[in-house]
T-cell receptor, first 115, second 118 residues
Framework: EAQVTQNPRYLITVTGKKLTVTCSQN?????MSWYRQDPGLGLRQIYYSMNVEVTDKGDVPEGYKVSRKEKRNFPLILESPSPNQTSLYFCASSSPGTGGTGELFFGEGSRLTVL | AQKITQTQPGMFVQEKEAVTLDCTYDTSDPSYGLFWYKQPSSGEMIFLIY??????QNATEGRYSLNFQKARKSANLVISASQLGDSAMYFC???????????????FGKGTLLTVNP
């Protein structure tokens, strides 16, 4: 089954404790991206990657890091989480000609709470 | 300026009736794509429908149709014969640039929470 898998789905952590949210896709997509969703703000892009070893900042990259060492994986790293990073996080992937639309395929989301 | 505007934070509709969710967009790129996603209370993002800027006809997918008015820069989602399971948050999104190009980024609106009443 074609899917984007994120882990963990739910996490409560404390300020300053480094954490990583993993993302893996099995559709051989070149493009992967992270979004955060906050009430009243919709989804905003954090980082994206056009291919292996190619990453770039989105609209809200502060406080986050990413890496793309393998095509299928695109982890999101919070080196020193703060309460304002409490959010619902989505990983998404896509590829040229996907469905003819370039739609994004989303993971199920990771709900992160930073105390 | 916001690129995607959804002016209805919440909407209510009776079961079996039709409902229109509004979306306006702003871009100077002649080639773009417009998407609608559904987010039920379980949280996942479900792709519903797509409209390309050069598509001549309005997109339809089952009970979903997209009322595309290019001159007005609007891309409203119409859900016919609403069902209880349609209760969810709905997001309008835009990709600037052609499908199959180098830009995959979607810019999202703030969403509309639709409640279907029995």
């Amino acid at each position: 089954e074609a899917q984007v898998t994120q882990n963990p789905r739910y996490l409560i952590t404390v300020t300053g404790k480094k954490l990583t949210v993993t993302c893996s896709q099995n559709m051989n997509h070149e493009y992967m991206s992270w979004y955060r969703q906050d009430p009243g703000l919709g989804l905003r892009q954090i980082y994206y990657s056009m291919n292996v070893e190619v990453t770039d900042k989105g609209d809200v990259p502060e406080g986050y890091k990413v890496s793309r060492k393998e095509k299928r994986n695109f982890p999101l790293i919070l080196e020193s989480p703060s309460p304002n990073q409490t959010s619902l996080y989505f990983c998404a992937s896509s590829s040229p000609g996907t469905g003819g639309t370039g739609e994004l395929f989303f993971g199920e989301g990771s709900r992160l709470t930073v105390l | 300026a916001q690129k995607i505007t959804q002016t209805q934070p919440g909407m209510f509709v009776q079961e079996k009736e039709a409902v229109t969710l509004d979306c306006t967009y702003d871009t100077s790129d002649p080639s773009y794509g417009l998407f609608w996603y559904k987010q039920p209370s379980s949280g996942e993002m479900i792709f519903l429908i797509y409209q390309g800027s050069y598509d001549q006809q309005n997109a339809t997918e089952g009970r979903y149709s997209l009322n595309f008015q290019k001159a007005r820069k609007s891309a409203n989602l119409v859900i016919s014969a609403s069902q209880l399971g349609d209760s969810a948050m709905y997001f309008c999104a835009m990709r600037e640039g052609p499908s199959g190009g180098s830009n995959y980024k979607l810019t999202f609106g703030k969403g509309t929470l639709l409640t279907v009443n029995p």
